[in-house]
């Protein structure tokens, strides 16, 4: 966590003010202040946070989870809104432990992010989400050795204009969208994958064919 360094302010001052910097991009951070009179005696202002910019397609976050995840016993994180749901499982193993954050993100400025998986691929359920793994509010984790597993759900109506057989989760490199690997169905209406990169990942599907016969 960061700790701003302590100033004197005029007394009863209810406005305070501090400069961050070394921040990642498209992470939620949470502060509180903390202000003490001359007595000793200390006030904290509820717990707020803040989204920092740079998310892909100038995407703005929505919602988010956050968890502590330990590299003992390894853990998940879901992210549920409007009958859909993602998750991330993180087995034990990994040399650190590390803050989770996954953050769901506008689903509109994700499918507008560069050119789409394919020419017939849709975002379907809205499913833009960007997951971060921190050592420290400066430092994340980009990549693993093992990989982790991505689960989506979706609704009927999400599958209304989608060919089921070309559901698949797919990463953004920074450039493009890349597939993430073994996607397979994980339950009804899920979609499990794995990857052992971070970044923004979306959940995308091909509009079905309609063949129109005619005499």
């Known amino acids: 966590r960061f700790t701003t360094a302590e100033s004197d302010s005029v007394q009863r001052q209810k406005v305070h003010s501090a400069r961050l910097q070394n921040l ?26 803040f989204y920092t910019a740079g998310c892909v397609g100038l995407a703005s976050p929505i919602g988010h989870v956050v968890g502590f995840v330990s ?20 087995p034990a193993g990994f040399p650190d432990d590390m803050t989770v954050v996954l953050e769901q993100l506008d689903s509109r400025a994700v499918r507008n992010a560069g050119a789409r998986p394919t020419a017939q ?39 209304k204009n989608i060919a089921a057989e070309t559901l698949k989760i797919w990463r953004w490199s920074g450039v493009a969208w890349v597939e993430t690997d073994q996607c397979m169905p994980a339950e009804r209406y899920e979609i499990r994958c794995m990857t052992t990169k971070l970044s923004t990942f979306g959940l995308f599907g091909e509009k079905k064919f309609t063949i129109v016969s005619r005499p």
């Not at 498209?26 to 717990?47: D, H, I, Q």
């Not at 050592?135 to 989506?152: G, R």
């Open 121 to 159: 691929s849709e975002l379907v359920g809205g499913h833009g989400y960007r997951i971060a793994a921190l050592k420290n509010p400066s430092a994340s984790l980009f990549s693993f050795a093992e990989p982790i597993i991505l689960t989506m759900s979706y609704t009927a109506e999400d599958m």
């Open 24 to 49: 990642l991009s498209c992470t939620v951070y949470f502060y509180r202040a903390v202000s003490k009179n001359t007595a000793g005696r200390e006030s904290f202002s509820p717990l707020r946070h």
């Open 71 to 90: 590299a003992a016993n390894g853990g998940s994180l879901e992210f549920a809104r409007e009958e859909r749901f993602a998750r991330v499982d993180i």
